[in-house]
């Protein structure tokens, strides 16, 4: 069975978060964690914040997760659904997957139907970008309610 090996990154607005909506998406296979089928064991081999604005954390935590066995690092969903969102994550990503080589994911868990409402009528996510961006933490308005 193929495993994978994963980092998350979370944003420090919420710091001390115990990654319970992460975890669990994880187990149900939702949200960015669709991607990976029910039958691939995947494990989590890092879990900390960004560092804070600017993101200073970013630049380290990588190298630690990559050395624990980590092929892929997920920007968790928070940096997107808080408000307002991280102005760094497209950078965040591209000096990543530049810097180490290795894959970006935009989320971990599915959106909350509550921030989605509010997002939707701020028009925070409008453009194009912000779509694609989003398109894999978009599940199902039930699932969306049991991450409220």
């Known amino acids: 069975m193929?495993?994978?090996?994963?980092?998350?990154?979370?944003?420090?607005?919420?710091?001390?978060?115990?990654?319970?909506?992460?975890?669990?998406?994880?187990r149900e296979r939702e949200g960015a964690f669709k991607r990976y089928s029910k039958e691939e064991d995947v494990e989590i081999v890092g879990y900390t914040s960004c560092g804070g604005c600017p993101g200073g954390n970013v630049e380290y935590a990588p190298e630690e997760m990559i050395k624990n066995g980590a092929e892929v690092i997920h920007l968790a969903t928070g940096l997107v659904v808080g408000y307002p969102p991280c102005p760094r994550i497209d950078q965040f990503k591209k000096y990543i997957e530049t810097r180490?080589?290795?894959?970006?994911?935009?989320?971990?868990?599915?959106?909350?139907?509550?921030?989605?409402?509010?997002?939707?009528?701020?028009?925070?996510?409008?453009?194009?970008?912000?779509?694609?961006?989003?398109?894999?933490?978009?599940?199902?308005?039930?699932?969306?309610?049991?991450?409220?």
């Not at 994963?6 to 669990?24: D, L, P």
């Not at 989605?116 to 912000?130: A, I, M, P, R, Y």
């Open 100 to 148: 180490y080589r290795i894959p970006v994911v935009i989320g971990t868990h599915p959106i909350p139907e509550k921030y989605q409402l509010v997002h939707d009528e701020l028009g925070t996510w409008k453009s194009e970008h912000w779509q694609e961006m989003l398109s894999s933490l978009k599940d199902p308005l039930e699932i969306r309610k049991a991450y409220d």
């Open 2 to 26: 193929k495993k994978t090996k994963i980092g998350i990154i979370i944003c420090h607005r919420y710091h001390s978060c115990a990654g319970g909506k992460c975890f669990r998406a994880l």
